[in-house]
């Protein structure tokens, strides 16, 4: 079952959020972060996909501060969208928007994790650092995680990356490795939005082998 449910953050400001829920007992809650796109349909057939594995998927609106019911495509027109609306918000309030997901899902007296993409990848960075009471997170292909590597997450994370991704290229790896060496991190033969079959990098044995490692990820950690 699916449906549009409303979040409040901690300031008060109200934001939509797409949840998902399992037809039996959930496994466990997860916060399921945007792309750039906004929580457009790729990201509620990822969050349909995570309920039919057992868990409840909530996708906030992170956009909703600047603009309401972003669900961008994936066209270059698309693409600059997406970027300036990021900017727009910035990641320190997209973070306390996160937390109102993490708390919405914590007040069922589940065990939360979270999976994020693109910049949602970078945000599941900053919610292990800056969130109470995650118990996993898996950031795929997170742009910005090399420029937060200072900070120490709270909770086992999983990273994973493409290896002909030219926006995060292997120094970003090497950093990341450098600052947190017992942290996994997976490289696959595949580029930016690996995981997305909306994209033309769209590689799906990469993002088989991705999913699969995030699930065995979250059953160890997130159930």
Same mark, same amino acid.
């Given at each position: 079952?699916?449906?549009?449910?409303?979040?409040?953050?901690?300031?008060?400001?109200?934001?939509?959020?797409?949840?998902?829920?399992?037809?039996?007992?959930?496994?466990?809650?997860?916060?399921?972060?945007?792309?750039?796109?906004?929580?457009?349909?790729?990201?509620?057939?990822?969050?349909?996909?995570?309920?039919?594995?057992?868990?409840? *998927?909530? /996708?906030?609106?992170?956009?909703? #501060?600047?603009?309401?019911? !972003?669900? @961008?495509?994936?066209?270059?027109? $698309?693409?600059?969208?997406?970027?300036?609306?990021?900017?727009?918000?910035?990641?320190?309030?997209?973070?306390?928007?996160?937390?109102?997901?993490?708390?919405?899902?914590?007040?069922?007296?589940?065990?939360?994790?979270?999976?994020?993409?693109?910049?949602?990848?970078?945000?599941?960075?900053?919610?292990?650092?800056?969130?109470?009471?995650?118990?996993?997170?898996?950031?795929?292909?997170?742009? *910005?995680? /090399?420029?937060?590597?200072?900070? #120490?997450?709270?909770?086992? !994370?999983? @990273?994973?990356?493409?290896?002909? $991704?030219?926006?995060?290229?292997?120094?970003?790896?090497?950093?990341?490795?450098?600052?947190?060496?017992?942290?996994?991190?997976?490289?696959?033969?595949?580029?930016?939005?690996?995981?997305?079959?909306?994209?033309?990098?769209?590689?799906?044995?990469?993002?088989?082998?991705?999913?699969?490692?995030?699930?065995?990820?979250?059953?160890?950690?997130?159930?």
């Amino acid at each position: 079952m699916s449906e549009t449910t409303t979040l409040t953050a901690e300031d008060g400001h109200r934001l939509a959020a797409y949840r998902a829920t399992p037809s039996g007992k959930p496994k466990g809650g997860l916060v399921v972060v945007q792309e750039i796109f906004g929580v457009n349909f790729h990201i509620k057939k990822v969050c349909d996909g995570f309920a039919a594995d057992g868990y409840v *998927a909530l /996708a906030p609106a992170l956009f909703d #501060r600047v603009e309401r019911d !972003v669900e @961008l495509g994936y066209s270059p027109a $698309d693409i600059e969208r997406g970027r300036e609306l990021r900017g727009k918000v910035g990641w320190d309030q997209m973070v306390v928007d996160l937390r109102a997901a993490v708390h919405a899902l914590q007040g069922e007296k589940l065990k939360v994790g979270v999976v994020g993409y693109c910049m949602g990848g970078s945000l599941t960075w900053l919610a292990a650092t800056r969130i109470e009471g995650i118990a996993a997170a898996v950031s795929y292909y997170g742009g *910005a995680v /090399a420029d937060f590597a200072s900070e #120490r997450p709270r909770c086992p !994370v999983l @990273l994973h990356f493409g290896d002909t $991704d030219a926006s995060i290229p292997k120094e970003h790896w090497d950093r990341i490795a450098a600052a947190h060496p017992k942290i996994p991190m997976h490289i696959y033969p595949a580029g930016h939005g690996f995981n997305c079959d909306a994209r033309a990098s769209y590689h799906e044995p990469s993002a088989r082998l991705a999913r699969q490692r995030t699930l065995d990820f979250l059953r160890e950690h997130a159930t």
